[in-house]
């Protein structure tokens, strides 16, 4: 009798309707963990935050009174300033190559199995950070003030992007699809989950529009203001 009781027990516990389903965040069925998750916000910070480097470079030649010599040589002032950013930004993408293979070698992160497209939305963050920091260090007047402005950007779009916490509420995510940040990170999650071609040339097409844009934007600035001592 109590066996028949416990076995009624079960079954009326088994035919309870379920009031939580399942999901998936694609159609693969895969997810991402947050050493993934992480890594790739802290990558795209690391990123951002190479544009100092430039600005601190700029105006170290103008602090130092260097710029006299340098513009006294037979070289234009656009390939001083060129090469400047040039030689960063190469600097800048091995420093990621290398962030990358040690985090996948050191901590087991996969980064997925694009690894050119990867390349690719480092070299497009790289070129975001340049021209952000081009375009603040022409219209700042110290380079304390340039390099406060650029940090301040660089928060203000890792939180927005949700690269600090995942952020919930339309209000923020919408703000976070105008930084560089966002799509460079859904591109970067879209790859380690192995998703389709389309939707990570989607993002990464995305963040190539705002790096052309944001490259437009310092090469006005730099024709307007230059690069003088």
Same mark, same amino acid.
């Given at each position: 009798m109590l066996g028949r009781n416990l076995a009624n027990s079960r079954n009326a516990v088994n035919e309870r309707p379920s009031y939580a389903e399942k999901g998936k965040l694609n159609d693969r069925g895969d997810t991402y963990t947050s050493s993934q998750y992480y890594a790739a916000s802290?990558?795209?910070?690391?990123l951002l935050y190479s544009? *100092?480097?430039?600005?601190?470079?700029?105006?170290?030649?103008?602090?130092?009174?260097?710029? &006299?010599? *340098?513009?006294?040589?037979? !070289?234009?002032?656009?390939?001083?300033?060129?090469?400047? !950013?040039?030689?960063?930004?190469f600097v800048t993408v091995i420093q990621a190559?290398?962030?990358?293979?040690?985090?996948?070698?050191? &901590?087991?992160?996969?980064?997925?199995n694009h690894v050119w497209l990867l390349m690719l939305v480092c070299v497009l963050i790289t070129l975001a950070s340049m021209t952000i920091?081009?375009? !603040?260090?022409?219209?700042?007047?110290?380079?304390?003030?340039a390099s406060s402005l650029i940090q301040a950007a660089i928060i203000l779009m890792t939180f927005l992007s949700g690269g600090f916490t995942p952020l919930h509420g339309d209000f923020f995510k919408t703000l976070g699809e105008f930084t560089v940040n966002h799509w460079a990170l859904q591109g970067m999650?879209?790859?380690?989950?192995? $998703?389709?071609?389309?939707?990570?040339?989607?993002?990464?097409?995305?963040?190539?529009?705002?790096? *052309?844009?944001?490259?437009?934007? $310092?090469?006005?600035? &730099?024709?307007?203001?230059? &690069?003088?001592?």
């Amino acid at each position: 009798m109590l066996g028949r009781n416990l076995a009624n027990s079960r079954n009326a516990v088994n035919e309870r309707p379920s009031y939580a389903e399942k999901g998936k965040l694609n159609d693969r069925g895969d997810t991402y963990t947050s050493s993934q998750y992480y890594a790739a916000s802290m990558l795209i910070m690391f990123l951002l935050y190479s544009g *100092l480097t430039v600005c601190n470079s700029l105006f170290g030649e103008k602090d130092g009174h260097t710029l &006299y010599r *340098l513009q006294s040589m037979p !070289v234009s002032n656009a390939a001083i300033f060129g090469g400047k !950013v040039l030689g960063c930004s190469f600097v800048t993408v091995i420093q990621a190559i290398l962030i990358v293979a040690g985090s996948s070698i050191l &901590y087991d992160v996969d980064w997925g199995n694009h690894v050119w497209l990867l390349m690719l939305v480092c070299v497009l963050i790289t070129l975001a950070s340049m021209t952000i920091a081009i375009i !603040v260090s022409l219209i700042s007047k110290t380079s304390s003030m340039a390099s406060s402005l650029i940090q301040a950007a660089i928060i203000l779009m890792t939180f927005l992007s949700g690269g600090f916490t995942p952020l919930h509420g339309d209000f923020f995510k919408t703000l976070g699809e105008f930084t560089v940040n966002h799509w460079a990170l859904q591109g970067m999650l879209h790859m380690m989950l192995n $998703a389709e071609i389309p939707q990570i040339i989607t993002c990464i097409g995305i963040l190539g529009a705002i790096s *052309l844009g944001l490259s437009a934007a $310092a090469m006005i600035a &730099y024709r307007k203001v230059g &690069y003088h001592a």
